[in-house]
């Protein structure tokens, strides 16, 4: 079993920053990749990062692109999320999820929640005007 908690959530005023951080415990295996999703208020989960093993190969949803950073730490086995520029459209409860003994995975495959093993309970995040 592998555990995932993300921390770091929290109410933030429109152009702010947040990091959001998930953090791996448990059988993850040799290699694991790991995407971030968010769900607003009735809507749908969506796609918003993934991160390869390596961390050498990286996508983000459109939306998100130039404002938001995913970085991980193997050695601490965490991931972290650097949101900048938020604005009102960023407010979601944010999960990360992932997939064990994988070294990376295609752009298609990294935005769909089925292909993850494991997810995040969630961290609550809200951006006022």
């Known amino acids: 079993q592998v555990q995932l908690v993300e921390s770091g959530g929290g109410l933030v005023q429109t152009g702010g920053s947040l990091r959001l951080s998930c953090a791996a415990s448990?059988?993850?295996?040799?290699?694991?990749?790991v995407g971030w999703f968010r769900q607003a208020p009735g809507k749908e989960r969506e796609f918003v990062a993934y991160?390869?093993?390596?961390?050498?190969?990286?996508y983000y949803t459109d939306s998100v692109k130039g404002r938001f950073t995913i970085s991980r730490d193997n050695a601490k086995n965490t991931v972290d999320l650097q949101m900048n520029s938020l604005n009102s459209e960023d407010t979601a409860v944010y999960y990360c999820a992932l997939k064990t003994q994988t070294l990376r995975v295609s752009w298609a495959d990294s935005r769909r929640p089925q292909m993850y093993d494991y997810w995040g309970q969630g961290t609550q995040v809200t951006v006022s005007s």
């Open positions: 448990g059988r993850t295996g040799i290699s694991y990749v």
């Open positions: 991160i390869s093993w390596s961390g050498a190969t990286t």
